[in-house]
């Protein structure tokens, strides 16, 4: 089993910047997509942006391009999401997840315990 | 707007089968695998079924995956109150693609 350990919940002002990281196992990181997944209250997921570490292939929803930035460092296994300035609209929990050879190596196979953040003025 | 069509809601009585569809297109469900999750309230989302209907070790049998052409359906039998939850499917499509969850409620 892999663990996906996210950084925790933080609190911030609009217009503020912020990076959140989830850190895999290095067995595997290089290899496999790992990616970002926005719960908003009461709604479902939604898929914003995944990153091939090997090689930092990134692809990004047309919903969130623009406005975040995955990126990985394959030193530490660590993958992170980044803005450079929050909306209170962006408020949610924010999941990472990896694949894995085990469950066919493409789609979320394992995901983090998600971090909750709150951007209110 | 999601990618993949759910129902947003299903239910059925304990011991009943419940089957949730999920319908994508030919760049999703019509050329890859079909993937199912379930999310409790307050938890992250767990595997449910990959690879259309491959069950990760632990997850009980009751729970199957089938897919058709680009359509995927998760079928609950047996059901239990502790199947209460929220289902979501998912597929690759130059990216990863879910489906927008369907409530199961057990009555």
């Known amino acids: 089993e892999v663990q996906l350990v996210q950084s925790g919940p933080e609190v911030k002002k609009p217009g503020e910047s912020l990076k959140i990281s989830c850190k895999s196992a290095?067995?595997?990181?290089?290899?496999?997509?790992i990616g970002w997944v926005r719960q908003m209250p009461g709604k479902g997921l939604e898929w914003m942006a995944i990153?091939?570490?090997?090689?930092?292939?990134?692809k990004y929803s047309p919903s969130f391009q623009g406005r975040v930035t995955i990126s990985a460092d394959t030193s530490i296994s660590t993958a992170y999401l980044q803005w450079s300035s929050l909306r209170a609209s962006d408020t949610a929990i924010y999941y990472c997840?990896?694949?894995?050879?085990?469950?066919?190596?493409?789609?979320?196979?394992?995901w983090g315990q998600g971090a909750l953040v709150t951007v209110s003025s | 707007q999601s990618v993949l069509t759910q129902p947003p809601s299903a239910s059925g009585t304990p011991g009943q089968r419940v089957t949730i569809s999920c319908s994508g297109s030919h760049s999703n469900i019509g050329s890859h695998h079909v993937y199912w999750y379930q999310q409790f309230p307050g938890t992250a989302p767990k595997l449910l079924i990959h690879s259309d209907y491959q069950r990760p070790s632990g997850v009980p049998d009751r729970f199957s995956g089938s897919k058709s052409g680009t359509s995927a359906s998760l079928s609950i039998s047996g059901l239990r109150s502790e199947d209460e939850a929220h289902y979501y499917c998912?597929?690759?499509?130059?990216?990863?693609?879910f489906g927008g969850g369907t409530e199961l409620t057990v009555l």
């Open positions: 990153i091939y570490p090997g090689d930092s292939e990134s």
């Open positions: 290095p067995d595997y990181f290089s290899r496999y997509w």
């Open positions: 998912a597929a690759w499509d130059d990216s990863w693609v």
């Open positions: 997840a990896t694949s894995h050879p085990t469950f066919g190596g493409v789609m979320p196979g394992y």
